[in-house]
C-alpha cells in the first residue's frame, strides 16, 4: 500500500491550495480516508475524514467552512481543497487510509494502519 501526498507550497495569507493522495496496493472506495497534520513543534492533528461507504465527511473546527475533503474513488485519490488559507495551517500535511473505519475513530490517528510522507503547507506573506 502506498499513499502519495502533493499539492503543498507556499501560499500567502487568504489564499488557496489543493492536495492530492493518490493510493495505489488498495481500493479507496472501501477504505476511509483522512487527512492530518502537523506543525513545527506540535503533535499531529486531525484535519479531516471521508467514510468509505461515502456517508460521512468531518473536520476539525478551525477549518470548518474554508477545507474541503474529496475523493475520485475511480482514480484512487483524495482530495483536500483548502481556502482562506491563515498562517496557522502551516504545517506538514499527511493522508492516511484505514479499511472500514467505523464513524467514531475516524479523527483518531491509531485508526489509520497507512500513511502518507506528507506535503508541506507554508502560509505566509
Known amino acids: 500500500v502506498q499513499l502519495q501526498a502533493s499539492g503543498g507550497g507556499l501560499v500567502h495569507p487568504g489564499g488557496s491550495l489543493r492536495l492530492s493522495c493518490a493510493a495505489s496496493?488498495?481500493?479507496?472506495?472501501?477504505?476511509?480516508m483522512s487527512w492530518f497534520r502537523q506543525a513545527p513543534g506540535k503533535e499531529r492533528e486531525f484535519v479531516s475524514a471521508?467514510?468509505?461507504?461515502?456517508?460521512?465527511?468531518i473536520y476539525t473546527d478551525s477549518v470548518k467552512g474554508r477545507f474541503t475533503i474529496s475523493r475520485d474513488n475511480a482514480k484512487n485519490t483524495l482530495y483536500l481543497q483548502m481556502n482562506s488559507l491563515k498562517s496557522e495551517d502551516t504545517a506538514v500535511y499527511y493522508c492516511?487510509?484505514?479499511?472500514?473505519?467505523?464513524?467514531?475513530?475516524?479523527?483518531?490517528?491509531?485508526?489509520?494502519?497507512?500513511w502518507g510522507q506528507g506535503t508541506l503547507v507554508t502560509v505566509s506573506s
Open positions: 492516511a487510509a484505514s479499511a472500514g473505519a467505523i464513524y467514531s475513530t475516524m479523527s483518531n490517528p491509531n485508526t489509520y494502519a497507512h
Open positions: 496496493g488498495i481500493a479507496s472506495r472501501r477504505y476511509t
Open positions: 471521508s467514510h468509505w461507504s461515502g456517508g460521512s465527511t
